[in-house]
């Protein structure tokens, strides 16, 4: 059987192999035109940006929180200082049992659901090899109990860290504040940057008002770390600079000798230097123990500062708002001889109520069978009501209301401490604008002798007072007087306002008849002048919390305590050389004379031992 073959095309099979080898070079060349503009790319215009991308695969950076300012009185002891602490601190990832563990570890070392709860939180937020605080604060005991079983809690371990701490407790609790935990409201307004690694940050008093100058300015570590982004070695560190420390010009013990003095009275006493507008003395009682706020305070304990009848929390010298009573007659009848509309020696007639023409209503003198004929001085140093009703309805609220507020009165003082409320100076504007009622002339009565809607706060009575020891000159009160950094020292400004025009002699009479209210044989304040080689310029006050109908009578034995008079005294020492001022409000305490003066008596007596 004859074979057939078939004949090759050995033309055509070349020339097809022929333009596939054309085909797959010119592809290959194409690519390697693609491979190397792609290499030169990555090599030359990206080579910086893929170069930051891969150091940030490969290095990261670990945050280094600056160590916080210290905070001192004026002779350097430390209100807020830092101190060492041992926390305990466990990394999720090696622990083979979370629950187990953490059941165990509450039982050994008595760490409460609160805490326990707070740790879940915190870890929901960070990487399961991330050490996370289980407890800030460990004492002896739990340290002991922990180190003898240490080996049996893998992953938990202990760590010195440093923890704000407040060594006078509540005395100073209003004024130097506390640091807490920032929340989330905090965190969103916070730079970022600048707190990273920071837990903590004021919360009120100093500490909130210095925060960017106590903070300081955090530093970071350059980490190199694995695929997984576990820490296997230190590239680079840039330390932190720490906060500035500073120094206050309150007196620690003249603060410990004002709580002293209030005891469990509730009330605030300020003490100011007139001629500097130093603040010596910032007391607000009572006060509360501001450390457990910088661990966490429990809900339970936190919820009895809050519901407290005493209020603990409420910061007295800076935001209470009381009637100034009595002690603003001082001012009144500076108004009175500045304006014109009186003299020294002009009398009225005290025959224990006051009655202005054609009306019923008797505006009654706290003597009910009345002072007699009375001056000025007579007014000021036996604190005549009736003589200041008068005085005021012929100055008017108008005169009267813009020559106070020279003082301060009505106005915020301006003190480096935020939350400063500014007390109320009543007039015939403001009521009509707030209340949209006319001003009727019986307010104006009774704004003369510091009732109806006239209210100041401590510090604002202090003001005024260090004004008027000063003969007119203005001084913003302040607690800051330097700044301390490693590099340099800080003093703040604190320029003295322009003085009021007032007229020495005036000032001088008003004066002297203070210092008869201690010196005076008859005046209200005359037990604190007993031993003492100096004059006292002050006027006592007692302020109503209620008002007392025409037909009733007021019987401090039958009414409830929280219903009693504000017992109210200011005064400054010594009285031709005013040294310091100070403003006394005990709440619901009665008598200025009896309750309020001898606080303020010990402290300047304290303040001026060994300066006279």
Same mark, same amino acid.
């Given at each position: 059987?004859?074979?057939?073959?078939?004949?090759?095309?050995?033309?055509?099979?070349?020339?097809?192999?022929?333009?596939? !080898?054309?085909?797959a070079?010119?592809? /290959? /060349?194409i690519?390697?035109?693609?491979?190397t503009?792609?290499?030169?790319?990555?090599?030359?215009?990206?080579?910086?940006?893929?170069?930051?991308?891969?150091?940030?695969?490969?290095?990261?950076?670990?945050?280094?929180?600056?160590?916080?300012?210290?905070?001192?009185?004026?002779?350097?002891?430390i209100?807020?200082?830092?101190?060492?602490?041992?926390?305990l601190?466990?990394?999720?990832?090696?622990?083979?049992n979370?629950e187990?563990?953490?059941?165990e570890?509450?039982?050994?070392?008595?760490?409460?659901?609160?805490? /326990?709860?707070?740790f879940?939180?915190?870890?929901k937020?960070?990487?399961?090899?991330?050490?996370?605080?289980?407890?800030?604060?460990?004492?002896?005991?739990?340290?002991?109990?922990?180190?003898?079983? =240490?080996?049996?809690?893998?992953?938990?371990?202990?760590?010195? =860290?440093?923890?704000?701490?407040?060594?006078?407790?509540?005395?100073?609790a %209003?004024?130097?504040?506390y640091v807490?935990?920032?929340?989330?409201?905090?965190?969103?307004?916070?730079?970022?940057?600048?707190?990273?690694?920071?837990? %903590?940050?004021?919360?009120?008093?100093?500490?909130?008002?210095?925060?960017? #100058?106590?903070?300081?300015?955090?530093?970071?570590?350059?980490?190199?770390?694995? *695929?997984?982004?576990?820490?296997?070695?230190i590239?680079?560190?840039?330390?932190?600079s720490?906060?500035?420390d500073?120094?206050? #010009?309150?007196? /620690?013990?003249?603060?410990?000798?004002?709580?002293?003095?209030?005891?469990? &009275?509730?009330?605030?006493?300020?003490?100011?230097?007139?001629?500097?507008?130093?603040?010596?003395?910032?007391v607000?009682?009572?006060?509360?123990?501001?450390?457990?706020f910088v661990?966490?305070?429990?809900?339970?304990?936190?919820?009895?500062?809050?519901s407290?009848?005493?209020?603990?929390?409420?910061?007295?010298?800076?935001?209470?708002?009381?009637?100034?009573?009595?002690?603003?007659?001082?001012?009144?009848?500076?108004?009175g001889?500045?304006?014109?509309?009186?003299?020294?020696?002009?009398?009225?007639?005290?025959?224990g109520?006051?009655?202005? *023409?054609? !009306?019923?209503?008797?505006y009654r003198?706290?003597?009910?069978?009345?002072?007699?004929?009375?001056?000025?001085?007579?007014?000021?140093?036996?604190?005549?009501?009736?003589?200041?009703?008068?005085?005021?309805?012929?100055?008017?609220?108008?005169?009267?209301?813009?020559?106070?507020?020279?003082?301060?009165?009505g106005?915020? #003082?301006?003190?480096?401490?935020?939350?400063?409320?500014?007390?109320?100076?009543?007039?015939?504007?403001?009521?009509?604008?707030?209340?949209?009622?006319?001003?009727?002339?019986?307010?104006?009565?009774?704004?003369?002798?510091?009732?109806?809607?006239?209210?100041?706060?401590?510090?604002?009575?202090?003001?005024?007072?260090?004004?008027?020891?000063? =003969?007119?000159?203005?001084?913003?009160? %302040?607690?800051?007087?330097?700044?301390? #950094?490693?590099?340099?020292?800080?003093?703040?400004?604190h320029?003295?306002?322009?003085?009021?025009?007032?007229?020495?002699?005036?000032?001088?009479?008003?004066?002297?008849?203070?210092?008869?209210?201690?010196?005076?044989?008859?005046?209200?304040?005359?037990?604190?002048s007993?031993?003492?080689?100096?004059?006292i310029?002050?006027?006592?006050?007692?302020a &109503?919390?209620?008002?007392?109908?025409?037909?009733?009578?007021?019987?401090?034995k039958?009414?409830?305590?929280?219903? =009693?008079?504000?017992?109210?005294?200011?005064?400054?020492?010594?009285?031709?050389?005013?040294?310091? *001022?100070?403003?006394?409000?005990?709440?619901?305490?009665?008598?200025g004379?009896?309750?309020?003066?001898?606080?303020?008596?010990?402290?300047?007596?304290?303040?001026l031992?060994?300066?006279?």
């Open positions: 059987m004859a074979r057939h073959f078939a004949i090759k095309d050995a033309y055509g099979e070349n020339r097809l192999f022929l333009n596939r !080898v054309v085909t070079f010119g592809m /290959i /060349i690519l390697l035109c693609i491979l503009s792609r290499l030169a790319y990555l090599q030359i215009a990206g080579h910086e940006h893929y170069a930051s991308l891969s150091k940030n695969n490969r290095v990261k950076i670990s945050p280094l929180p600056p160590t916080r300012g210290l905070i001192f009185d004026r002779n350097g002891k209100l807020a200082e830092n101190v060492a602490t041992y926390s601190e466990l990394i999720p990832e090696q622990t083979d979370l187990q563990i953490l059941s570890l509450q039982r050994l070392v008595k760490i409460t659901d609160e805490e /326990i709860e707070h879940h939180k915190i870890r937020r960070y990487k399961s090899f991330t050490s996370i605080p289980l407890r800030l604060r460990m004492d002896e005991t739990a340290l002991a109990r922990f180190a003898v079983r =240490r080996l049996q809690f893998p992953g938990v371990d202990i760590h010195a =860290r440093l923890v704000r701490n407040y060594p006078y407790n509540e005395l100073a %209003h004024v130097v504040g807490g935990r920032i929340n989330e409201k905090e965190l969103r307004t916070l730079d970022k940057a600048k707190y990273r690694g920071t837990n %903590h940050i004021g919360k009120i008093g100093i500490e909130k008002s210095y925060e960017k #100058t106590l903070h300081g300015k955090a530093g970071y570590e350059e980490l190199e770390t694995n *695929a997984q982004g576990r820490r296997i070695n590239i680079g560190n840039f330390p932190p720490p906060g500035a500073l120094h206050l #010009t309150l007196d /620690i013990e003249l603060q410990q000798l004002a709580a002293d003095g209030l005891g469990s &009275q509730t009330g605030a006493v300020v003490a100011i230097e007139p001629k500097t507008g130093n603040v010596l003395v910032f607000s009682n009572p006060g509360f123990n501001p450390n457990p661990y966490g305070i429990s809900q339970k304990n936190y919820s009895a500062l809050q407290s009848v005493d209020i603990p929390l409420f910061n007295r010298v800076l935001r209470g708002r009381y009637p100034p009573g009595s002690t603003i007659k001082p001012f009144v009848g500076l108004a001889l500045e304006t014109g509309v009186t003299d020294p020696y002009r009398q009225t007639y005290c025959p109520y006051y009655q202005l *023409a054609g !009306v019923n209503h008797k003198d706290w003597k009910k069978w009345g002072h007699g004929r009375i001056n000025m001085k007579a007014a000021i140093t036996q604190s005549c009501d009736v003589y200041f009703y008068d005085l005021a309805h012929t100055l008017g609220i108008n005169r009267l209301s813009t020559f106070l507020r020279k003082f301060g009165f106005n915020k #003082t301006q003190i480096d401490l935020v939350g400063e409320k500014s007390g109320l100076l009543p007039s015939r504007e403001w009521k009509q604008k707030v209340r949209k009622k006319p001003w009727y002339p019986g307010e104006t009565l009774i704004t003369g002798i510091g009732q109806g809607f006239f209210q100041i706060t401590p510090l604002q009575l202090a003001k005024a007072t260090a004004i008027l020891a000063n =003969r007119g000159k203005q001084v913003h009160p %302040h607690l800051v007087s330097k700044i301390v #950094t490693p590099n340099e020292i800080i003093v703040p400004d320029t003295p306002l322009s003085n009021l025009a007032l007229s020495e002699k005036n000032l001088n009479f008003i004066i002297e008849s203070m210092t008869n209210v201690v010196h005076g044989s008859r005046g209200t304040a005359r037990r604190i007993k031993g003492i080689s100096y004059k310029a002050g006027k006592t006050g007692t &109503q919390v209620f008002t007392v109908k025409q037909e009733e009578s007021y019987n401090e039958q009414v409830a305590k929280k219903l =009693r008079d504000h017992a109210l005294f200011i005064a400054f020492a010594p009285a031709d050389d005013p040294q310091i *001022a100070i403003s006394v409000v005990v709440e619901n305490g009665g008598h004379g009896s309750v309020a003066a001898p606080i303020a008596g010990v402290v300047m007596a304290k303040y031992e060994g300066r006279l």
